[in-house]
């Protein structure tokens, strides 16, 4: 079966780009001609086809997967002038939105306009394509084959070996996209002139918010960050973000992650997060960051895997959301940030965590407690609180910091050298870590918390974010976490109740030896036993997946779907 929308060709490039490539024109099978323009660089799609009607593949049932929550924060204490920044922040969000279909899918409006019944396109724009999210991307709508693992970063017919073979010293430019010329040749596009239009449009919203910023830093980002989406160079707003702090209103904003490249984990997604400072919250979690250091001499590995001193001008807050779009909007949705990735800027400034405490909480309440009640043996339920949840998912923010960003060696940084299989190694770590964390924040007196609430409601928070499937990192990654625990006998399941109890021993001792497996795969950087590794651990038991299935069947959701936009918000 073909896919009904072919991958987009480029129909316009840069002279420069052209003079890189001996000056070869891509083809062009739109039936236009190729015209020269001044810098003027964009992707045309073909003609479009009208598609027959899709049929849905999967039981109707699961269409109601996600809980509707609306983002309708406070906004009674914003200036005109703020509420007014919003509503163009909003508006750009939008663009990420348009342009990251595009990266996952294609242009969505074929697709979209075949689509009679509500409650499927809706699961389609959830989505961003025909492909489940949280059912490891399997087709859900006829016509349409496995979703390309490179997504439309590269031509669908390009194999890992051509690509390795490829002599362009920019190929892993995060910031490109790869398309193949009519000769067969591979070309790389940046994104500042495959989208350069949207892109512009998006710049200049930025630079009018810009102009209505009460904090001068983040008037600066914007700008900063508005000429970054023209020239592709990210560094200098990223080093402007780290130093923003007197800025109620928050946007992260631009390409930034790369879960969606799952062919090379380089090329990076656009997204956005339009977000409110919580500033009674953000002030309990301030005196964190600067305890990192310590944190990092005590991770449980050999010198060589610490001896990076991470940074201590981090900062550490929670917000209320407004808007997600993109990849941040994509199947199960973010509940707390941790950026920049630039592995220079966290090593010279660290990262900032946002903690999304309006979105953390829908989960907690609609998603985790249910599950909960399900799957948790009743004498140790009662150690799920929201506290425990809050601060586990802020540690694992904050433990994103700790170990290395460069193999032991010193010659590759770990995303490099472990390609698609970073993100999942990424994010077991830091859900490692977190707890980790905590048990040495307790024992130094720095936290108040109980131990065993942080590990049952971290338990809990495996059966949530396993639902996820394999196509999510963070659904890997707890899939290993939990292949480990039983493994070393953290918990066990009663088969007459199928509830599960935690041994808490047990259970604080595999989190060290955890931590110290991941690490070691990181700073070895072998790209090899990590894919070994995650292939072992990363596979469901048959148990499991009934357990899951009972809460399924229970009518648990899996994640949330957002209810959003300047209406919803209180600004229109």
């Known amino acids: 079966m073909l896919r009904f929308l072919s991958t987009p060709l480029v129909s316009l490039l840069l002279v420069g780009f052209l003079a890189g490539c001996g000056g070869e024109q891509p083809a062009d099978d739109s039936g236009s001609d190729v015209q020269a323009g001044a810098g003027d660089t964009h992707i045309e799609a073909p003609e479009a086809v009208d598609p027959p009607p899709p049929e849905l593949l999967i039981d109707r049932d699961r269409l109601s997967i996600y809980h509707p929550v ?116 591979l070309l790389l596009v940046p ?48 080093m402007a973000w780290m130093d923003m702090r007197d800025n109620d209103i928050e946007l992260v904003f631009g390409p930034i992650e790369s879960y969606e490249d799952q062919l090379f984990g380089i090329r990076t997604a656009f997204e956005a997060f339009v977000l409110l400072k919580d500033q009674a919250w953000s002030e309990r979690l301030a005196r964190f960051a600067a305890l990192l250091p310590a944190l990092q001499e005590g991770l449980p590995v050999p010198d060589a895997y610490k001896a990076e001193v991470p940074g201590t001008d981090s900062d550490l807050n929670a917000y209320d959301a407004i808007y997600y779009a993109g990849d941040a909007n994509a199947g199960a949705k ?78 590759r940084s770990v995303r490099e050298a472990l390609a698609e299989h970073q993100s999942a190694v990424e994010e077991g770590k830091a859900d490692i870590l977190g707890l980790h964390m905590i048990g040495q924040l307790i024992d130094m007196g720095e936290w108040d918390g109980e131990l065993t609430d942080h590990q049952v409601t971290f338990l809990a928070g495996i059966f949530r974010s396993v639902r996820f499937g394999a196509s999510s990192a963070h659904g890997r990654a707890n899939m290993v976490a939990f292949n480990w625990f039983l493994e070393q ?70 994640d949330i779907r957002l209810v959003q936009g300047k209406e919803v918000a209180g600004l229109q």
């Open 334 to 411: 973010t509940i707390a940030i941790n950026l920049p990735n630039d592995e220079q800027v966290q090593l010279e400034k660290g990262t900032r965590r946002l903690q999304l405490k309006n979105t953390m909480r829908a989960k907690f309440d609609h998603i985790l407690v249910p599950i909960s009640e399900l799957l948790i043996d009743e004498a140790q339920q009662q150690h799920i609180t929201f506290d425990a949840f809050f601060a586990n998912v802020m540690f694992h923010e904050v433990a994103h910091g700790l170990g290395i960003k460069y193999t032991v060696d010193g010659e």
């Open 70 to 185: 609306e983002l309708k924060p406070d906004l009674s204490g914003l200036s005109a002038e703020q509420r007014e920044m919003l509503g163009l922040l909003i508006d750009a969000g939008k663009i990420m939105d348009d342009l990251f279909w595009r990266q996952s899918y294609g242009d969505p409006a074929p697709l979209l306009a075949s689509l009679d019944d509500p409650a499927v396109r809706a699961f389609v724009e959830l989505n961003y394509g025909p492909w489940d999210r949280l059912n490891g991307n399997e087709p859900f709508l006829s016509g349409y084959v496995d979703k390309p693992p490179g997504a439309q970063f590269y031509p669908e017919d390009m194999t890992r070996e051509e690509f390795e073979a490829w002599n362009n010293p920019d190929k892993r430019n995060p910031y490109s996209v790869v398309r193949r010329l009519e000769s067969g040749n």
């Open 191 to 238: 994104y500042s002139a495959a989208w350069r239009q949207p892109l512009m449009q998006a710049a200049k919203l930025l630079r009018e918010a810009a102009d209505l910023a009460e904090s001068e830093a983040f008037a600066n980002y914007l700008r900063l960050r508005a000429d970054a989406l023209m020239t592709g160079e990210y560094r200098e707003s990223d």
């Open 489 to 558: 006998g953290a918990f066990e399941r009663n088969d007459e109740t199928g509830r599960y109890s935690i041994d808490f021993e047990a259970f604080r001792r595999a989190v060290d030896s955890l931590s110290n497996r991941l690490l070691t795969l990181q700073g070895d950087g072998d790209y090899a036993a990590t894919g070994a590794f995650l292939e072992e651990y990363g596979q469901m038991p048959e148990f499991l997946s009934g357990d899951l299935a009972r809460a399924g069947q229970a009518g648990i959701p899996v």
